[in-house]
């Protein structure tokens, strides 16, 4: 366990898929010391850790549910007693459970929207409120090109991806003059887990540049947002999506 108190800390949700993973990667890279969380895929957020160790970089693993208050908060007491202050928060954590509205079970609207909105309150709160008081960070959330225009069949996933930015952009309001810039990423159609059911040659007609998206280039923009090279940004959405909207 690491027990310096002047490293900046990033804590990336979410942090043993793809997008996540990558992002937590690059944080590293940008040299935070990254707390990569995880729900269920404990293998898959040791890979990202040892990814980061290998390209020279330092973290930690915390699996903790986002959608768990109790559990979200006991680890982040954790941390809290062992760093001076959290620099980055990327709200990344987030589930599918598509199926056309009419046909919807109350669980699958319920779950989506579980893990992106309660998940950004259980997190965020803590976290902002460390975050004010150093009057010093920066909070991302990944949402999705769902939250903006809408997909057949993700009417719990757009609705929970929009409300994302809702929040986010009200946020970003109210803590803006105590130092803090909170903003969103909203991706296309990107190489991962999520996707693996989808048929990309007929989608891949929709997009402008003719390709599905890397998670790298997610994580690039979302390191970009983190850093001070984007000191005069909060409140916005950023598409990372070849051009589909
Ligand atoms: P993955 O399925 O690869 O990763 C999802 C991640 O979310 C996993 O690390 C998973 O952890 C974590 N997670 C899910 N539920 C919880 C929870 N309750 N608590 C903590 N962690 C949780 O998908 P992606 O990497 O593609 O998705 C990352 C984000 O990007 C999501 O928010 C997704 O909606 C968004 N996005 C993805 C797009 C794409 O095309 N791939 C497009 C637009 C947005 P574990 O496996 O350990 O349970």
């Known amino acids: 366990m690491e027990q310096s108190h002047d490293i900046e800390v990033a804590i990336v949700t979410g942090a043993s898929g793809g997008i996540g ?3 937590a990667i690059a944080l590293a890279k940008a040299g935070y010391y990254v707390v990569v ?23 930690e693993l915390q699996g903790f549910d986002v959608t768990d208050a109790d559990q979200t908060k006991a680890a982040l007491d954790d941390l809290f007693s062992r760093y001076k202050g959290i620099d980055v928060l990327v709200n990344n954590a987030g589930i599918t459970h598509d199926g056309l509205f009419m046909m919807m079970s109350k669980k699958a609207w319920q779950q989506v929207l ?26 991302v ?20 991806k929009a409300g994302l930015i809702g929040a986010s952009r009200s946020l970003a309001a109210e803590v803006a003059r ?60 950023v598409s990372v999506n070849g051009g589909m909207a």
């Open 178 to 237: 105590l130092g803090i810039r909170v903003n969103v990423v909203a991706p296309g159609l990107i190489d991962t887990e999520m996707i693996k059911d989808v048929p990309l040659s007929a989608l891949k007609n929709m997009i402008p540049m003719a390709r599905i998206g890397k998670p790298e280039e997610v994580a690039s923009v979302v390191r970009f947002l983190c850093s001070d090279d984007a000191s005069y940004v909060t409140g916005q959405v």
């Open 114 to 139: 579980d893990t992106t909105l309660a998940g950004f309150y259980n997190v965020t709160k803590p976290v902002l409120k460390k975050m004010v008081r150093r009057k010093k960070g920066s909070v």
């Open 37 to 59: 969380n995880y729900r269920s895929s404990q293998g898959g957020a040791e890979k990202t850790l040892a990814q980061i160790t290998q390209d020279g970089g330092r973290g």
């Open 141 to 160: 959330s990944i949402s999705s090109i769902a939250g903006l225009i809408g997909n057949r069949g993700q009417a719990n996933y757009s609705a929970a």
């Open 21 to 23: 993973r990558a992002i």
